[in-house]
Every structure is written in structure tokens, then in C-alpha cells.
């Protein structure tokens, strides 16, 4: 049993905050629910709308049609969406509104009688689209308390909505109801890196990273960190690269634009081995792009970012669960090895709020600091690891130097060959550790067993799942670690294909590149979406 | 246990021209550093030093204390990030004018509106020398460079006034080579809670040799009754020069401004007003920061 619910107004109205309430409404009643957001860069009117999937199996993705019920905060949801319902579908929307197969709520009425505020529309109308499905007011109610801190009023708006209209087409019951996770892909990067232990966020605003400053900064005191905006994005990453080498746990987030100006200070990570975690949330690109909608054009940009060459992390988690975990495995390998992680998302995937049954994190991140600095300490000892333990300034009598500049072991400035051969050699003597602790991180996952395989990586993966249930004889194989690259797994996991498709984001197949130039191999047939929308599953089903 | 300013000499083979005032810059921070430690100030370990690059910027290598090299522009945003993570460090960052005042004024002027505190020594020599001597933010007009050789004609930035008008809390301007004032400048600028920021008048004897100039016209604001906590008086004091070497100005150095009373960045800040991250245990289960999305 699968319900799609489009909910749509213009900005300002509280559509995304309908959509949000409505979908844990039903998460609360035991379903599966999907909800993806719509909306163009800008404050007010415009026209927002999210897609909820609710189903009774596991859900990751919705079609752009098929709509079961459309609440229209306005006309112009009508206008844009009535050519995407399905046949007996209907629509719910205030008595000014007008459209065809519609159910009318009196929602003028209803606010003006409980002097309740305008916005309070959106509440009236899920409420009555959640009658409209046969669901029970009380999940409803409990959820709108959750989410509007309490507001009565709501609740009583919620009520009147509710009996506005007859039930109609009747969800049913899921089999089994029970505690779920709720969460958007931002929302599990901050959770990620509050459970690793951060102590500074350090960013500068830019959708879609924003939503992450936003929600670290609401409970930096509960968690008892700091989040600081910085006067730009070069400012962020220098003073984060500061930050860390005195001895806070720290994570910088941005966008394209923003990380490319990073660039410079990633390169400084690489030479001056500082520990940094930088979370990317890709936009449509290049330049500002198509600035609230998704894609997936900047995995090289990750993978290459700062001149000169130095070991990296690139981590793309596919799913809120994997955010959460993989967030905390970007901790876990930049302290440890003293790298560059990079948590590489994107609108679609920052944005969109999944149901997750459960989070299984496999690392515990410290802080990897020496306990006691010898008298002797070289900030960059030459070790068989190619790790130097750390220190940090303050900590013991011995200095703690970093540098931009080639080095010896104290850290003094050397432009002898020599050095510059032993410390690169330093350097990459990490990347074998790393790729034996990324081996150990599942890198490559693959769903299904078919003999023709789908490849990709990222938020994609939602739709490929949903897209795999209806398809006979296909595998999906997903690579979660960019850099070091897993070919071993990777190559494991495509064995035997008798047909390889790759599926990405973008205009030219970055994964596809990366996979020719770290194993060989030539994918040929790729289906490729670059009009700034999120993959569906009919997207896919239609060109393969 | 007492420090010599000669225990804060490195192995590192000095690579100034010979008459640089760099290394008057270099005597007078060693000597405020040990007068710091001795006088129980702080300990040395607490003493981080950041640069940027640049010929003055090579101090890094220079001086045994913690200290972090970092990119051309960006020695004030790693100091405000080392004093964030742990605010019981004493940070001096170290620049020229060309990345102090060029490439990376955003974060002079941002941090001096914080109020961050940290201290910026600026080696001031009008002129990008490491790059082989082209014109600066600070360089007069008329200055013939490899890079300007039909001349200059912008009006050259004046770093007091702007530092002033920026919120720093500290403002001053020393002459290199007179290490004994330097020192002490320095040492009132490292103790200031709150952004401190020192302009060296710094004369590049390879690309722009302003020794004589500067020393007939330079006087000392204390010798003339100077109120550094009169911002009026300060800027007008700072207006004085206008960093165009016309022969007729008269130089004031020393300090321009204080304000004790701003409070300083780091102490707006509940968790960063704790001490030093890294001291801290964390003992967050990774099941209790994710309930909060859990629904039951
Ligand atoms: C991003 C960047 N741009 C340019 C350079 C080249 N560069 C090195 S030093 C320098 C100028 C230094 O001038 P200044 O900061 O005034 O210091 P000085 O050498 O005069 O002490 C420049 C432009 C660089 N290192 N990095
Ligand atoms: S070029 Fe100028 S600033 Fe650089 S070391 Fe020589 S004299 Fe000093």
C-alpha cells in the first residue's frame, strides 16, 4: 500500500512544515515515509511544494506524478500539479482555491472563529487530508504538539479541519508500529558530528549546507559546543585549520562556490597535517547554478580540491542513516591519520526527510592526541605509518609547529630535495593504512543480486532502491568512499555483470571517470539527469 | 624557570638581507616573549605564533615557541581560530603589509571588529619584498615597482585609522629599528585583552629603504602628551600621516588607541569561555544525540 501527498503554497505559508508534520504523523502510525522538498530561491510567494511517498515497506524516493491527494495552499499548486494526479485522485484546498475533483475546507471560517493565526491553513488542510486517508486524529495531534511546541490552537484548528471532510481513500493499518527515526540527511550530519565530539562548527551560510550551521547553532549550548559564522568561506577554513591544530575537534560545511574558495586552506591541510573535517553539500553547477535545487557536478572538485598533491578522505553516504555514520567515520579518519575527511551530500539528500529504522555507527572518533609530548617532540616525526603522533600547542613544554612550507621533523622550513622527498613520502605512507581502515568501512555496498548492475554513489541511492524493487535481474553497487578509492571492493562487487549502467547527477559521469582512472574500467552506458532534479524511481526504470 | 631570549633562537639559518628591519622586529619580539615569561605573564608553552608569508612572515622559523606557517594573507584568521579552540594561549600573528592589507584585509578588518584576542604585528615595508618588490596597499604614490613602472597613483590605505574605525582595541605603530620601544609596545599589545595590533614601520633595505626617511620625521606620541584612550585624539593623531613619503611629515609612533572596556570575542561564548577543548572529555553516546529525531 503506497500513498503520494503533494502539499503546495507559496513561501511563507508553512508548506515544508505541513509536509513535515504530516510525514511523522505517519511514520508515528507505523509507515514508511519519504518527503521531498521543492522550492526556488527566494523569501516570500514563489511556489514551494513537497512530495510525501508513505508506504508500508521501506520508502526512499517519489515520482514527480501520481499523486493520490494534493493540498493546495494556493491555486497555483493546482495549476502546476492537477496534470500529475492520478485519476481518482483529489484535492484539498481552502474554499478561494479553485480546482476540479475538489474537497473543499472552510479554512477561512475556521481561522477566523479561533482567531488563530493565517499560516494555521497549512494544519487545517493536512488535518483534513489525514481524515480524507482514514487515519486517527490522535497520532496527528500528538505530532502537531511535537512539532509547534505545544500550540493548542493548532490542535484545535487540526480538529475543525478534520471534520470537514468524509473519509475516502482508506490507508489502512501498517503492520507493525514502531520507534523510527525521522531525519533529513542535514539533520544527521549534526547529529553525526555532535556524537563524534566537535567542538567548533565554523561556517559561512550557503544552501544547502545551511541547514546544518542552523541546527548546530539551536543546540550548541544543550551540547555544550560552539558554532561560529565567520566573515567568508576562506576566513572558515583558516580559522578552522587553527582551531583544530590548537586541539578542537572541528568541521567547516559548504557549498560549491564556498568550498572552491576553500581550496587554497585544503591545501594547507595537506601540507601542514592538520586534522579538518569539511562537509560539501553540492547544489545544481556551476558557479551559483540553479542555487536551491540538487546535483551532483562537484565529486571531482572533493576528490582534487587544493593545488598540490596530499592524501584525502572523501566519504559520499547515501541516506540519512549513512550520513550519521559515515559523519562520524570522517571524525574518525581525519583525527587518526591527520587528513582532510570530506562528507560529501547534496541538496537532495541534505534536504529530504527519510525513515530510518536504526543507525549501527562503526567507529568511535577521539581526539587522538599524545597523552604526555616528550621533551624531544617533532610535530612531524617520520613514522612507519607516515602518521606523526599529535600534540597540541600548550599542552607540554616542547613547541607544536605547523607549517605551509616543506619541513623537517620540527617543522622548520626546508627546500632541500631531500626533504621534500622523505616528507612526501611521510605523507603518503598514510594513504595504505587508510585504505586497510576504509576496507574495514564497507565502501562498496551492493543490493540485490541481478547480473546487471546499476553503479552510482550519493543520494541517488534512494531512488535506485525503490527503482531495483521493480526490476528482475539487477544489482545496485554503491560506492561510498571516493578517495582512497575501494577498486578491490568495487571491482569484487561488479564481478560477472553482463551489463553495467551508471546512474548519476550530473552531466558527465564524475564516478565514471574516477572508476576508468582508479581501475581501468570503461563504463559505457550511463543515465545521466542534469536538469537539477532528483533522480525517481520511473526515471530510471523508463531508460534502462 | 626564567627564559634568555636566546633560548627562543632556532637552528634555522637567518635568510633576511643583511640591514633588514626585520631583525630589529625579531630582537623585540624575542626579548617581550622572555620579559612576558619572567615576569610570570604566562609560561612559555602558551606562547603560539601564526605568519603569513612573506619575507617578515619567515619569523616562524625564527623562534622556538608553537607556531603555525600558513598561507600568504591568512595569518589573522589562524589566530582567531587557535584562540577559539583554547583561549589561554597568547597568539601574535606575524604579516607584511602586501597580506595583512591585499590579500587578506577581510580578515584584519572582521577580526579587529571582533575584537578577537589576539595581537598582529604588521611588518610594514610599503612593498611586497618576498615577490621582489612591487607596490602594496601601503606604498606611496609614485612608487616606480618591476610591476608599476609608469608609477603608482592610488592613495595608499592608512592601517591606524582603519584599524581604529574597525573596533581594535589596540592600535600602535612602532619604527623597527627601535627594538627597546618596540619591545615595550609589544609587550603592553600581547597583554591587552582584547584585538591588539602593532603597524612596524619596517624599511626594506633591498626594495624600498625608508630608513632615513623615517628616521628625521618620526616622533613619540607620548612625548607630546598623547591620550591613547581619546578616540577623537587617535584618529586625528593617525591622520597626521598618510603613508605617502612626502618630505614635509612629521611621524608619530607608539600608541595610538586603547579601549579596555570591549569585551573580547572569545569571552561571548559560553562553551569557548571553559577553556581549552582539548582538556575536555566528551562523553556523548552517539544513541543519545539521535533520539531526538526518534518517533515513538
Ligand atoms: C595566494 C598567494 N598569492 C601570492 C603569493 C606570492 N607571494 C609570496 S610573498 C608575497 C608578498 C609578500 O608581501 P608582504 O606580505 O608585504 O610581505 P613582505 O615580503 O614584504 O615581508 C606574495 C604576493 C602567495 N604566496 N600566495
Ligand atoms: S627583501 Fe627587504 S624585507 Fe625582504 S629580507 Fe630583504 S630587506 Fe628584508
Redesign the interface.
Known sequence: MERQILIGGEAGQGVAKAATIMG?AF??EGFYVFNYRDYPSLIKGGHNFNVLRISAEPVSSHEFDGHDVVVALDEKTVRKHAGEMKKDAVVLAPNRVNADSKLSVDTENIIRELNAPKIMENIILISAAWKYLGMPFESLEKTILEELKNNRTAVTAAKRGYEEVETGKVMGTAPEKR?????TGS??VA?GA??A?I??Y?AYPMTPATPVLHYLAA???E????V?Q???E??VA?????????????MIGTSGGGFALMG??MS?QGM?E?PLVAYLAMRNAPSTGVPTYTGQGDLKMAVNIGHGEYPKVVVAPGDPKEV?ERT?EAFYLAYKYRVLSIIISDKHLAESTYTVDG?S?RVEPE?F?VEDVPEDYKSYEITETGVSPRA??????A???????EHDEY???REEGEWAIKMNDKRFRKVRYIKEEVASLEPVNTYGNGDKVIVSWGSTKGAILDALKQLDGWRFVQVSYIEPFPAEQFLDAVEGAERIVLVENNVTGLLGDIIAEKTGMIIEEKILRYDARPFTPKYILRRL | MRVNQNDLN???ENTWCPGCGNFGILTAVKGAIADLVNEGFAE???F?L?AD?GCGS?I??YI????????HG?AV??????????P??KVIAFGGDGGLLNEGI??L??AARYNSDITTVMHNNQVFALTTGQATATTERGFRGKSTPLGTFEEPLNPITLMIESGATFVAREFSYDVAHLKETLKAAIKHKGFSIIDVLQPCVSFHDTTEYFRKRIYRLEDEGHDPYDREAALKKAREWGYDLDPDARIPVGVFYINDEKMAYEEG????R?G?????K?E???ED??R?????
Do not use: C
Not at chain 1, 392 to 397: R, T
Open positions: 511523522k511514520v508515528r520507534a523510527r527515526y525521522f531525519i539533520q544527521a547529529m555532535i556524537a565530539g567542538d567548533l565554523i543546540v550548541q549550548t551540547y555544550d559546543f560552539q561560529l565567520l566573515e567568508n576562506i576566513a583558516n580559522a578552522a585549520l587553527g582551531a583544530s591544530y590548537a586541539g578542537a575537534m572541528t587554497e586552506a594547507l601542514s592538520v550519521f562520524l543507525f555507527p581526539r592526541i597540541v600547542p600548550g599542552q607540554g613544554d613547541p607544536v609547529r605547523a607549517t605551509s612550507y617543522g622548520y622550513t | 632556532t637552528p634555522v612559555l608553552k602558551d603560539v601564526t608569508i619567515k616562524y622559523d622556538k615557541i608553537n607556531g603555525y606557517y600558513g598561507l591568512r584568521a589562524l589566530a582567531v581560530g587557535i584562540k577559539l579552540a583554547n589561554e594561549l577581510a580578515h578588518v572582521h561564548w559560553p562553551s569557548i571553559k581549552p577543548f582539548w582538556k575536555r566528551r556523548r553516546r552517539w544525540t539521535i531526538k529525531y526518534v518517533v515513538v
